[in-house]
């Protein structure tokens, strides 16, 4: 049985052991097969035990194996340890992958097999995981190449633990690994190391069966320490794989149309219900063995847990319907923290918390972090930042970057997405965040806040039955809450600091942000398809807020974008864009639609903001806003800024600024209280608007700054965004949609009260001062307008714009009609921008200095372009300028006057009205007191009238003191000193390409200027400009002070051409310097000025209609005034040369041609030394005035009327009428160089004065300055000939003459400096007159024909006219300076000598004329007027040379010597008849009376009449009285004894040669050649001493009618040739007395006698006879043949010839009567000497001494008596007379009545005159006489001055004609006023008459009374005063009958000599010596032959002969 027992165990025993290894081949076999049919892999199994398996090996690839050492099931009967009754264990398994390696499939391709699902019971799971459990001990994996070759990855895990739990319906699993440690090596080969990771997890969960839906899954993480290395970086493992597009899923994307709920449950199945991840105690660190340097992440835990609960209900509230389960899901974070190798912290977080939860109704979601602390040392974190491959991973995500069309896909799945319903809130709180970072090249910042809260809602509104899902809304709400943000840079930023202190700043807080809170909403509508518009509101309050900018945060900030911000790449072409981008029609749909549906509010607060800027140089700029309200909507935005203040800080003494309202900023540079920024989304416009005040105070070391604080910005924006290229060039697509924009938006800026201040020094600066300003930009056009604008210089506003308007249009219709006018032009059009104003005032205070101020800006201006200017700027093309156009209504400038002058003169006219209203007070109380006394009579007491008296004398104080403090209660105070108004003025100024640009202006230059020559090297420029010039203005108006007229006035004025403005370029040495002080760090800059000024050129033409001109010497002291204020507006230049008179300075600065066409011009001299004067004034009337002013030349053509205006009957007296006229005035400037070459004119600084001049004083303008002017005026009449309405007319009067004379003496007066010198601070030297500035000046004057009038009054009662027909006049004339002698400066005395001058006059004819129309008649030219002939000639000749000293000259050759004057008559016809004598002598008697007037009120009229008391002990010497020591010489000279001298001597020679005579007894009459040379006259008319020949005058062919009074006939006195010669000779010593002798000497040839035959009846007074020329010429050969020689008996005496009453025509035409030559031809000489004290002042030098006379020396009777005598020498050598009784009668009667006239009067004259001066021999006291004429004199003056009041008033009331008076009461008065001026004038004259005798007594009887004790003087003393004599050679004298031809006597006389002399004692001797005497008897059958004849005897005719000379006494 055993054995059996034993065999068959044995057998069994065998039977397993075989069905073992049949079993164990089998499933070798099996597996075998299953891997390779399968897996494709083949296995080895090398042995297989009982429940084992041993050495299986799995074979993938021979690279790919996986290698298991045993596998085998225990149990826990054996092992204790093991958790279940059975275990799977898995012995060591090792896995080797290399990934270079092909992979073969795993799985065979099944053919139409589809793969079966293994479903496990649950109870066999249930037995299963009951029993079994799943160890494996250990796997090591090795993967080859994983990414980069021969690369490994090992990972050993050992203890892996699998339990299985069947719980009901759910299976559980816990899954543990013990230990995983994983290890990454660059190569197998080498050991080094990239990463390594160890820990230990923990992985349990759960699902359900049998859905195997998972249930909870926890994984728990412990103990994770990884070690990353910093190969591992530097390998290509961390990059990431490329990505494949998945078509697929794109199509399957398509077909899907929205995410449905199913989709959404298999997700959520999974996903287990709830997940719970735990990492504890991680450690991870970065190690650097290269560097020996980690960093070490150690975070204490790590929590996500997620959880689902599908009992709740879920979430539905999608569109489309989508249910989404109850979950949660949570993260929390507690202590990390990131240390470096030098444990410093880098990171430390203490709790981060995240939270979401999703339930049936909303979604909410928190995010809270408490304690967050970052410190960034890039030092030591830059080596980590290096490690990883940016630029790698940068290229290769560019490389693969998807183009906006694959992004397509994604963004329609995104669309797909269901509608979320379902309100969602999130809330999120950050507190105690700390950030530090420190970059190493930089400075360290640092950033935190307190505590930060965010919350996010999405809601949805409820749903309601009644409402459609269209009505439904979906609200987004969010809010933002932050306290205490900071932001510091700088050093030690990093280290934590303690709170910035509040209202302070401390410099370094970058940022700096007190509370934020923000809160915003989004509401929608549910649907898209729903027509309500989606709604955005925002709501910020942000308070203490502090923003500094610097440099350091600049560096900061653009070193952090250099290392997190990766350069961009460029977008996808616009092509590409717009190939996949939805067509144009739907984006033009939507696009529109979605602006349009979207509603928005923006509401923001900003309080307590502070920007600051630092720089390291400028200091800091602080911009101070107390609220910042912000406020936008879908219609518009607004910005509304509140206390703004912008300030700079030069200096940072302290490391904090306190931050205080703008109110209390201490020097802002900008300050404003509200300003808002409105935009308006509809329209496009932006709106600006500033009602308070706003403020700028800029300085020039402010702007410094600021710009530099600019610089520093700007430069700070490059450094950020420069390296990004976000600066570059705008794209063409772009840019024209910005232009299109742009073209579109509206701005419009209101600002209330605008004070801009511009300091440009320390002292001055400048206000730009605007009221309610506003500025509109709309597209194309600007428009600004303001009631009032005012520039304010220094405190004082200078220019004031009232009611401004500017406007800017880029194309204007207007401009083109402007455009028109200028054909040379070519731009079409232009930019404009228009100016209007209704009122612009320009004033300038009294004294101001304006330039220096201006000076200043200008200096500020050019630092400033200087400053701003850049090379991209100069390089540009420069643009057209736009056009300008100035519409001002009202224009006035005006100078103030001085204060104290105003209220000067204010004084001085109330005092002139108190004393009229005090004495009219005065007189009412004297009236007021005779009354009384009347009444009371004696009664009345002294003492009360001394008290009226007294009272009214301090009522007279009152009272005027009371005036003069209301003197400006109701007048307000003059202030103007000049007013220059100009009424409704337009202005265009024009710019045109053809206009613009260096080259064109310089063309334009050269043909404006042409005359002046261009420079050889070109003309730099600095400032040029041209413009088509263009304006209008209705009035120019310019007024001085307050005077009545104005000093210009021109109405309707227009100008158009062309203007041109150019300075040149002054190179080095005209470049001056100027000190721009900028204070620290700067210091002061130079600005380089350039010198040379700016100059005008234009082409001018202009149209006026009035133009009128008023000046007076009386404007002098103002305009002296103005000109100094005018000094004030230019700052003079610094160059060192004297400085230009203003002459010179207008050739220097203008150039150019003006044509005025005026109408009427007008010029007013004032005649007054009053300026208020409106009367008297000289009047130039020009009508139709062209005038061309060109350089060097004025022209005036017109017609020109010169009146006498003044305020008496005189007035509107046209006194000089030239039709036609052509006036031309040439200016030669006398200069070293070219005077019109003005561009070689260059100024030079002082400082390079030294290199430009050698020696010589410096002159800038040598070449150009003018010495002298010679000035050349031409007046031409002959225009127009041969009309009598253009005939040129001159009209005087005596009065007007005397009104000239005034006139002239008024404007020849020295004015007087004004306001000059140390007290004035006005020590400029004294500027040149233009008038001694002349050195010649020349006048020609060409007429066709003048008629000239001068009446002696406005009666006309008599007298001249002077007609002459086509003439020429030409002077010239030259000026000398001669300076005054003395130390005092004083100024030089103006000489003019006219060196030339030519005269030609033909046909002159001279009338007197008279009329007896009485005071009142007009004063117009009548033909009633009686005309009587004066004289008449055919031609007229003159010519006058300068003066010759000392000239020799022939004595017998008289006509030969140069003399000064030369005048030449031709056929001169002179009457001389009684009717001419009253008019002559009319005339004379009138002028005579005005001058002994005149003499007789002057302050002269007394003076040398001395009346001493001792005057009966003195013995007074006659001497003249204007003789001065000071004339006679200092030099002693041998005298010479003249002829005239030896002439005095002839008397006593005569009467000794008779006494030695008188013993002969027969002697014979004197020879006849002794006689003429003893005649004073011809001895004194020597030529050896003349130093001037002074006159020549010559007449040819002349004749004279005499008619006298009683007898009808008339003599004509003719002569063939006459000459009248003058001579000064120099002065000599007659009798210890020296005189200046005047010689005059009259030649007379051909002359002839003729006389009418008998009266005839019919002859009338006015009826002319005069000879033909052929009678009076020089006698020629007779013709025999003619019978008229016959019939006139030829050249003899008594002969008959034919007279003419027309000098143009024969005696045949007119048949005149005969006439008989009465005396034949005779020569005929007369002298003329006469003696004057007046002394020449140049020959005064050359007088010699009086000669020594011995004392016992007898002087001579005789030469005492021929001294210095006036004396006149007739002589006539043959003379041949024949007169009948009638022609006797009638030469009697002509000199009787005609030529020995005696006025009636005189008798009547001299009976006053004796009367007078027997009252004076009465009167005994001299005082008295004296005192009477003073009075007398007054009263003359009275009747002057009531003469002169009463025409003032006749004019008066004749100009103003007042209405309420008719015309027979305006009539009635003037006859009134008219009667009483003629009872005036009778007064006057009667009291003038009597004033003239009483001086002239009154002196004669001074004299006499002095000459008292001369009247015993010695006989000797007598001097004789006038000598006359008459000397004929041969008389023969015929008496003929009545028909003149039988004789009845003749005379014959030989050696006729007359001499009268004229004593001093008024006795007179005479003297007449006769040679020889004959009378015969003609008469026929006459008894005796000879009647009376001498008889020649021995010794009785010696007596008679002697006899013949008389002496009568």
């Given amino acids: 049985m055993s054995l059996l027992l034993i065999s068959f165990l044995v057998i069994l025993l065998l039977g397993i052991v075989l069905l073992c290894v049949i079993f164990r081949w089998l499933i070798c076999t099996l597996a075998v097969r299953f891997f390779q049919t399968a897996l494709n892999a083949d296995l080895k199994i090398k042995s297989v035990g009982l429940f084992s398996v041993q050495g299986v090996s799995i074979q993938f690839h021979p690279q790919h194996t996986l ?81 980069l070759s021969e690369s490994l990855w090992h990972m050993t895990v050992t203890g892996l633990t699998l339990l299985l739990d069947h719980q009901s319906k759910r299976l559980a699993w816990d899954f543990s690994v013990g230990q995983l440690s994983s290890k990454v090596l660059k190569s197998s080969q080498l050991d080094i190391c990239l990463a390594e990771v160890a820990l230990s997890l923990l992985l349990s969960g759960d699902v359900s069966l049998p859905e195997m839906k998972p249930g909870c899954l926890s994984l728990s993480v412990r103990t994770l320490i990884a070690e990353l290395h910093e190969g591992l970086f530097l390998s290509q493992l961390v990059l990431p794989p490329t990505p494949k597009k998945s078509i697929q899923d794109a199509s399957e994307c398509e077909n899907t149309e929205f995410i449905q709920t199913e989709t959404v449950q298999r997700f959520h199945q999974l996903i287990p219900h709830k997940v719970n991840v735990e990492f504890d105690n991680t450690n991870v660190t970065l190690s650097m063995h290269s560097q020996k340097k980690h960093l070490n992440w150690t975070l204490k835990s790590l929590k996500v847990i997620y959880g689902r609960d599908d009992e709740q209900l879920p979430l539905k509230s999608f569109t489309p319907e989508l249910s989404f389960p109850h979950s949660s899901l949570e993260l929390l974070l507690e202590d990390g923290l990131l240390l470096s190798q030098s444990r410093q912290r880098i990171l430390c977080v203490n ?258 903001v502070n920007v600051f800027t630092l720089s390291n140089l400028a200091g800091a700029v602080s911009l101070r806003m107390d609220t910042i309200n912000v406020l936008s909507s879908a219609e518009s935005s607004s910005v509304c800024l509140q206390g703004v203040s912008l300030s700079a ?138 009631p009032s604008v005012i520039f304010n210089f220094d405190g004082n506003n200078i220019v004031s714009f009232k009611g401004l308007d500017v406007e800017m249009h880029t194309e204007l219709t207007e401009m083109r009609l402007h455009r028109d006018t200028f054909p040379f032009l070519t731009t079409p059009h232009n930019c404009v921008w228009v100016l209007t104003c209704p009122s612009l005032a320009v004033e300038f205070p009294y004294q101001y200095n304006f330039s220096n101020t201006f000076d200043m800006a200008i200096s500020v201006q ?68 005779a009354d009384l006394r009347k009444q009371h009579g004696e009664l009345l007491p002294a003492r009360k009238i001394e008290e009226l008296y007294s009272s009214l004398e301090k009522k007279h104080i009152e009272i005027y003191i009371q005036r003069s403090r209301r003197l400006y209660a ?73 005077y009545p007229r104005y000093l210009f006035e021109i109405r309707d004025w227009r100008l158009s051409g062309r203007l041109m403005g150019t300075e040149q370029d002054g190179h080095g040495r005209a470049h001056r310097k100027e000190i721009v002080p900028l204070g620290p760090p700067w210091g002061d800059v130079t600005v380089h000025r350039n010198m040379p000024p700016l100059k005008f050129y234009y082409d001018f033409k202009s149209n006026i209609n009035l133009y009128t001109i008023v000046w007076g010497p009386c404007w002098d002291p103002a305009w002296t005034l103005i000109g100094q204020s005018v000094d004030l507006l230019t700052k003079p230049t610094v160059d060192p040369s004297p400085p230009l008179a203003w002459w010179d300075k207008s050739r220097l600065l203008l150039h150019g041609r003006w044509v005025m066409d005026i109408d009427q011009a007008n010029l007013h001299q004032l005649a007054t030394e009053d300026p208020y004067n409106t009367t008297e004034n000289l009047h130039w009337e020009w009508n139709k005035l062209n005038f061309d002013w060109n350089p060097g030349q004025f022209v005036f053509k017109g017609d020109l009327d010169v009146n006498v205006r003044t305020a008496s009957k005189y007035d509107d007296i046209c006194f000089l009428h030239l039709p036609n006229l052509c006036m031309t005035l040439d200016l030669q400037w006398l200069c070293h160089g070219n005077p019109h070459d003005h561009h070689a004119v260059m100024l030079c600084c002082a400082e390079n004065v030294a290199d430009v001049t050698s020696g010589q004083p410096h002159d800038s303008y040598r070449a150009f300055r003018s010495e002298n002017l010679n000035l050349s005026i031409t007046m031409d009449l002959n225009q127009h000939c041969g009309t009598e309405s253009y005939q040129p007319r001159i009209l005087l009067y005596s009065s007007t003459l005397r009104w000239m004379q005034n006139f002239w003496a008024t404007w020849t007066g020295v004015s007087r400096p004004i306001c000059r010198g140390k007290l004035f601070h006005s020590l400029r030297p004294v500027r040149k007159k233009l008038g001694q500035h002349y050195k010649q000046m020349s006048y020609t004057a060409a007429f066709p024909q003048l008629q000239v009038h001068y009446w002696a009054s406005f009666a006309q009662q008599r007298g001249i006219q002077v007609e002459c027909n086509k003439g020429h006049v030409f002077t010239r004339g030259a000026q000398r300076l001669i300076p005054q002698a003395g130390t005092v400066m004083r100024r030089l005395i103006s000489e003019w000598n006219v060196t030339q001058m030519v ?21 117009q030219i009548n033909a009633q007027v009686k005309k009587t002939h004066l004289l008449s000639l055919s031609s007229l000749s003159y010519q006058r040379q300068s003066n010759r000293m000392e000239e020799e000259v022939n004595q017998k050759d008289e006509t030969n010597a140069s003399y000064t004057h030369k005048l030449r008559l031709v056929d001169l016809r002179a009457s001389w008849t009684t009717t001419n004598r009253n008019i002559a002598f009319g005339l004379y008697d ?99 001493d003349v130093y001037n020949r002074n006159w020549f005058i010559e007449l040819v062919n002349c004749q004279m009618m005499l008619r006298g009074t009683e007898t009808a006939g008339c003599v004509l006195v003719s002569a063939a040739k006459a000459q009248l010669l003058q001579c000064e000779h120099h002065p000599a010593w007659y009798s210890d007395t020296l005189k200046q002798k005047t010689t005059w000497t009259c030649l007379l040839d051909g002359m002839q006698y003729f006389a009418t035959m008998e009266p005839n009846p019919s002859e009338q007074e006015d009826r002319q006879l005069w000879l033909e020329v052929k009678n009076i010429e020089e006698h020629r050969q007779r013709n025999v043949d003619s019978v008229l020689e016959l019939m006139e008996s030829g050249q003899a005496v008594g002969g008959m010839v034919s007279t003419t009453t027309d000098w143009n025509q024969p005696a045949q035409v007119n048949e005149a009567q005969q006439v008989q030559r009465i005396i034949s031809r005779c020569s005929c000489r007369m002298h003329y000497i006469s003696y004057s004290h007046d002394i020449n002042p140049e020959v005064a030098t050359q007088i010699k001494p009086p000669e020594l006379r011995n004392n016992h020396e007898k002087e001579d009777l005789l030469k005492k008596q021929a001294g ?141 009374r002095a000459n008292k004790l001369e009247l015993r003087k010695p006989p000797e003393d007598v001097s004789v005063a006038r000598r006359t004599e008459i000397y004929f050679a041969q008389a023969r004298w015929c008496l003929t009958e009545e028909d003149g031809q039988l004789g009845i006597a003749e005379l014959e006389l030989q050696r006729f000599m007359y001499s009268k002399l004229n004593k001093s004692d008024d006795t007179a001797e005479h003297l007449l010596e006769l040679g020889w005497f004959t009378m015969n008897n003609l008469l026929p059958n006459a008894a005796y032959k000879y009647a009376l004849f001498m008889t020649l005897c021995l010794v009785s005719s010696v007596q008679r002969v002697r006899v013949c000379t008389a002496l009568l006494r």
Avoid at 724 to 753: N, T, Y
């Fill in 1764 to 1904: 210095a005598v006036d004396t006149f020498t007739l002589i006539h050598h043959d003379l041949e007379i024949s007169t009948n009784p009638v022609q006797y009668a009638m030469i009697l009667d002509i000199v009787n009545n005609l030529l020995l006239h005696v006025e009636p009067r005189r008798k009547e004259h001299s009976e006053k005159k004796q009367r007078v001066r027997f009252q004076l021999e009465i009167s005994s006291n001299p005082e008295e006489q004296r005192s009477s004429i003073l009075h007398l004199q007054e009263a003359v003056r009275q009747h002057l001055a009531q003469i002169r009041r009463l025409e003032k008033q006749i004019y008066s009331n004749i100009r103003a004609q007042p209405e309420e008076l008719s015309g027979d009461e305006l009539m009635e008065i003037n006859t009134r006023l008219q009667n009483q001026l003629n009872q005036e004038k009778n007064d006057m004259q009667m009291k003038s008459e009597e004033l003239n005798i009483l001086i002239r007594c009154f002196k004669d009887f001074q004299l006499q």
């Fill in 1486 to 1584: 009138g002028y005579k009376k005005a001058s002994v007037l005149k003499r007789n009120l002057s302050t002269e009229a007394l003076k040398g009449l001395r009346i001493d008391t001792q005057l009966q002990t003195k013995k007074l010497k006659r001497s003249p009285s204007n003789y001065s020591p000071t004339m006679a010489p200092t030099t002693p000279v041998m005298p010479t004894v003249s002829r005239a001298e030896k002439s005095q001597n002839e008397g006593t020679s005569m009467l000794q040669k008779l006494i030695e005579e008188t013993d002969k007894f027969v002697v014979f009459s004197e020879e006849d050649s002794g006689v003429s040379d003893q005649l004073c006259g011809i001895a004194a008319c020597q030529t050896d």
């Fill in 970 to 1042: 109701n007048t307000p105070m003059r202030k103007s000193l000049l007013t220059w108004t100009v009424s409704d003025l337009e202005l265009v100024a024009l710019a045109d390409h053809s206009l613009h640009g260096p080259e064109r202006v310089r063309e334009q230059l050269r043909d404006i200027d042409g005359i002046s020559p261009f420079p050889r090297d070109g003309l730099p420029l600095v400032v040029q400009w041209c413009r088509a010039v263009k304006f209008q203005l209705a009035a120019f108006l310019v007024r001085i002070r307050d």
């Fill in 862 to 929: 050019k630092w400033l372009k200087t400053l701003h200017r850049s090379a991209s700027q100069d390089a540009t093309v420069q643009h057209l300028p736009p056009d300008l156009v100035f519409k001002i209504s009202q224009f006035s400038f005006v100078f103030l006057d001085d204060i104290f002058e105003i209220k000067l003169r204010d004084n001085y006219e109330l005092m002139k009205d108190e004393s009229k209203e005090s004495a009219k007070r005065l007189q009412l109380l004297d009236k007021k007191v």
């Fill in 1399 to 1419: 005269s030609e006059l033909s046909q002159v004819t001279v009338h007197l004329m008279a009329s007896t129309w009485d005071e009142t008649a007009d004063h």
């Fill in 351 to 608: 709790t981060l918390k995240t939270t979401l939860q999703v339930t049936s109704m909303d979604i909410s979601g928190s995010f809270t972090v408490n304690t967050c602390i970052i410190h960034y040392r890039h030092q030591e974190f830059s080596h980590w930042l290096d490690l990883f491959p940016w630029e790698q991973l940068i290229h290769r995500k560019a490389a693969h970057r998807k183009s906006p069309l694959d992004y397509f896909p994604t963004l329609l799945s995104i669309r797909r997405l269901p509608h979320l319903d379902a309100p969602v809130m999130v809330s999120t709180s950050v507190s105690n965040v700390n950030v530090s970072v420190q970059l190493g090249d930089t400075t360290p910042f640092a950033l935190g806040f307190l505590s930060a809260s965010a919350e996010l809602q999405h809601l949805l509104d409820i749903k309601d039955d009644t409402e459609s899902p269209e009505s439904q809304n979906v609200h987004q709400r969010a809010s933002l809450s932050l306290d205490n943000f900071w932001w510091r840079v700088g050093q030690g930023s990093h280290i934590q600091q303690a709170p910035h202190p509040p209202g302070k700043h401390v410099w370094g807080e970058a940022l700096i942000l007190d509370s934020l809170s923000l809160q915003g909403s989004f509401n929608r509508p549910h649907m898209e398809s729903s027509c309500h518009p989606s709604s955005l509101n925002v709501e910020s309050n942000l308070k203490g807020l502090q923003v500094e900018l610097s440099e350091t945060c600049a560096l900061c900030l653009s070193r952090l974008l250099s290392l997190i911000c990766v350069p961009r790449d460029t977008g996808p072409q616009l092509s590409d864009v717009a190939s996949v981008s939805p067509s144009g029609d739907d984006a033009a749909q939507h696009a529109p639609s979605s602006q349009l549906q979207l509603l928005f509010k923006l509401d923001c607060c900003l309080e307590d």
């Fill in 649 to 786: 800080i030069r200096t940072l003494t302290e490391n904090m600024e306190s931050c205080c309202p703008a109110s209390q900023t201490p020097s802002p540079v900008l300050k404003l209280t509200v300003i808002s920024f409105t935009y308006h989304i509809t329209t496009h416009t932006v709106q600006i608007q500033c009602e308070e005040e706003l403020t700028v105070e800029w300085t020039p070391p402010d702007h410094m700054v600021l710009y530099q604080h600019l610089t520093e910005a700007q430069a700070c924006w490059h450094m950020l965004c420069g390296e990004r290229g976000e600066d570059g060039p705008i794209k063409p697509a772009e840019s024209e949609l910005v232009s299109g924009q742009s073209r579109g938006l509206c701005v419009r800026v209101d600002l209330g009260c605008t004070r801009l201040t511009a300091h440009v020094s320390e002292q001055n600066y400048i206000l730009l001062h605007s009221e309610a300003l506003s500025v509109i930009k709309h597209t194309g056009s600007i428009h600004m307008c303001s």
């Fill in 67 to 147: 290698e298991i050492d045993r596998i085998w099931i225990s149990s826990k009967l054996l092992n204790q340890d093991l958790p279940r009754y059975l275990a799977l264990c898995v012995g060591d398994t090792r896995v080797r992958f290399d990934l270079q390696a092909p992979l073969r499939p795993l799985v065979k391709k099944s053919h139409g097999k589809k793969p079966g699902r293994l479903s496990v019971s649950p109870t066999t799971l249930r037995f299963l995981s009951q029993l079994l459990s799943f160890h494996i001990s250990s796997i090591n994996v090795m993967v080859l190449n994983i990414a």
